[in-house]
């Protein structure tokens, strides 16, 4: 079966850090484009940031560059996102994805197919 599982997710302080860890079962992640996605209450999933497979590039939205990095482990079948510098505009629910397609560089989730549950992440002093 497959499945993606996140955690990590909490209670921040502004200025804080935090690490989001995504763990895929039921299929190999060798293959896999891998992202985070972020929803606000009201507002549209947005794209967080994606990871290549084929060449390692990397895409961040703008409100994330300089404070986020994603990163992947594909012996743990694991993938993350270390957020520094957290902002209260950063409080949502964070979702990894992954796509079958290695050279895909994307922040649509339109070109995602594998989605976890989520985990709550919340800034806040």
């Known amino acids: 079966q497959v499945q993606l599982v996140e955690s990590g997710g909490g209670l921040a302080q502004p200025g804080g850090s935090l690490s989001l860890s995504c763990v895929a079962s039921?299929?190999?992640?060798?293959?896999?484009?891998i992202a985070w996605f972020r929803q606000a209450p009201g507002k549209q999933r947005e794209g967080v940031s994606c990871?290549?497979?084929?060449?390692?590039?990397?895409s961040y939205a703008d409100s994330v560059k300089g404070r986020f990095t994603i990163s992947r482990d594909d012996a743990k079948n694991t993938w993350y996102l270390h957020m520094n510098s957290l902002k209260p505009e950063d409080t949502a629910k964070y979702y990894c994805?992954?796509?079958?397609?290695?050279?895909?560089?994307?922040?649509?989730?339109?070109?995602?197919?594998?989605w976890g549950q989520g985990t709550q992440v919340t800034v806040s002093s």
């Open positions: 039921g299929f190999i992640l060798d293959y896999y484009t």
């Open positions: 990871l290549s497979r084929s060449d390692g590039l990397t």
């Open positions: 994805a992954a796509a079958n397609h290695p050279e895909l560089l994307s922040l649509n989730a339109i070109d995602f197919h594998l």
